[in-house]
């Protein structure tokens, strides 16, 4: 069992310090793993804590400490879901795990300065908003690996990797497209973040690949909300694209995308979901889902951490290349067999490369 406990936020931050995409900052730690002899005998003589339990690399996870800081609510259906699942699987191979959610960009350093302190190997770093504050943390702390998902920053110590989120918006508006009846369909993104402006971007160049490819005039109209937690807001712009004669609608604004996809099922339009289980706001609106599985790229660098071989040049990119942007099976009910066969034609054609999408 997982316990909940509030001794590294009440000793490094305020509680209510931590909203950036919801309520108070939360943190679960799973069952202490026993630290191996030799940690123990280092701390003994008197060593620091950090590096009394930082290992060194080797199969066993068992001999690990691994956090994960979120910058959302982790059961949003959506990017921050799909990270802790990841930190659930390096779980589950027997590391001992923990994580803070809501945390806000300012408040991310002190987070990652107490996982550091005390004495965890690993931490990742959930959000690109938080690189600028947290490369300092890392210098600082050259025993702990820190890694940044969707980061530019590469050190001994601070790996970045890069979730191909222009992907998932160009599959969005390729599947968009391919269904639309009326001719327009619709992105409502959340944060204008990096991540979601390449989600927007991508679908407005899914849109184009389809009109190119196969003779078709649809138009996009895609706007941010500017939130992440909003649901109302994003609901009522949903609508008012949906008002506008959009009759495919899609989201990509974590815990807000459910305002949107309540939207297309009240409406009575179709949706292109960004998360698993979305569908459940929307039954009979959605038709699939596509889906960024960030867990993925938690499963292959802790593999890569375990055996001593997590080091980085240059940032690499996750995508349909790795399978983490991929596809659901169709849910609704409304693609022709035509429209199925040519997403499917994109997906494999994106996940062998031949698809350029610009990362403007």
């Known amino acids: 069992m997982r316990k909940i406990t509030a001794m590294m936020l009440a000793m490094a931050m305020s509680v209510t310090a931590l909203t950036a995409c919801g309520g108070g900052a939360k943190e679960t730690t799973a069952a202490a793993t026993e630290a191996p002899a030799d940690s123990t005998a280092a701390a003994a003589e008197g060593e620091s804590t950090a590096a009394a339990d930082t290992a060194a690399p080797s199969g066993d996870a068992s001999?690990?400490?691994?956090?994960?800081?979120?910058?959302?609510?982790?059961?949003d259906g959506n990017w921050n879901e799909t990270q802790y699942n990841g930190l659930l699987n390096i779980e589950k191979l027997g590391a001992e795990t923990s994580y803070m959610?809501?945390?806000?960009?300012?408040?991310?350093?002190?987070?990652?300065?107490?996982?550091?302190s005390e004495g965890y190997n690993l931490v990742y770093l959930t959000t690109n908003s938080y690189q600028d504050y947290c490369t300092p943390v890392a210098k600082d702390f050259p025993?702990?690996?820190?890694v940044q998902i969707n980061g530019t920053e590469i050190t001994d110590n601070f790996i970045s990797v890069r979730i191909a989120d222009e992907e998932q918006g160009f599959l969005q508006g390729v599947a968009a497209a391919l269904l639309t009846e009326t001719g327009k369909v619709g992105f409502v993104g959340g944060q204008e973040i990096n991540p979601i402006k390449l989600g927007s971007s991508g679908f407005q160049q899914g849109v184009d690949y389809v009109n190119a490819t196969y003779g078709l005039n649809v138009e996009a109209q895609r706007i941010n909300t500017g939130s992440f937690t909003d649901v109302n807001q994003a609901k009522e712009?949903?609508?008012?694209?949906?008002?506008?004669?959009?009759?495919?609608?899609?989201?990509?604004?974590?815990?807000?995308?459910?305002?949107?996809?309540?939207?297309?099922?009240?409406k009575g339009v179709m949706a292109i979901g960004c998360g698993l289980g979305q569908e459940t706001s929307a039954p009979t609106a959605?038709?699939?889902i596509i889906v960024k599985d960030v867990a993925i790229a938690y499963d292959v660098t802790f593999d890569a951490?375990?055996?001593?071989?997590?080091?980085?040049?240059?940032?690499?990119?996750?995508?349909?290349?790795?399978g983490v942007v991929y596809a659901t099976d169709w849910m609704g009910t409304k693609a022709s067999d035509e429209a199925k066969a040519r997403l499917q034609e994109t997906i494999d054609k994106m996940s062998k490369g031949e698809i350029e999408i610009s990362l403007q």
Do not use: W
């Open 63 to 75: 001999s690990f400490k691994v956090a994960a800081i979120f910058g959302g609510a982790i059961n």
């Open 101 to 116: 959610e809501n945390v806000s960009d300012t408040d991310a350093a002190e987070a990652a300065r107490t996982y550091a």
């Open 143 to 146: 025993d702990t690996m820190f």
């Open 237 to 266: 712009t949903a609508i008012s694209i949906i008002e506008g004669g959009a009759d495919v609608i899609a989201p990509m604004a974590n815990d807000a995308s459910t305002g949107i996809m309540e939207a297309g099922e009240e």
């Open 286 to 288: 959605t038709q699939l």
């Open 305 to 322: 951490f375990m055996k001593g071989e997590l080091k980085a040049t240059e940032v690499e990119t996750y995508g349909a290349n790795k």
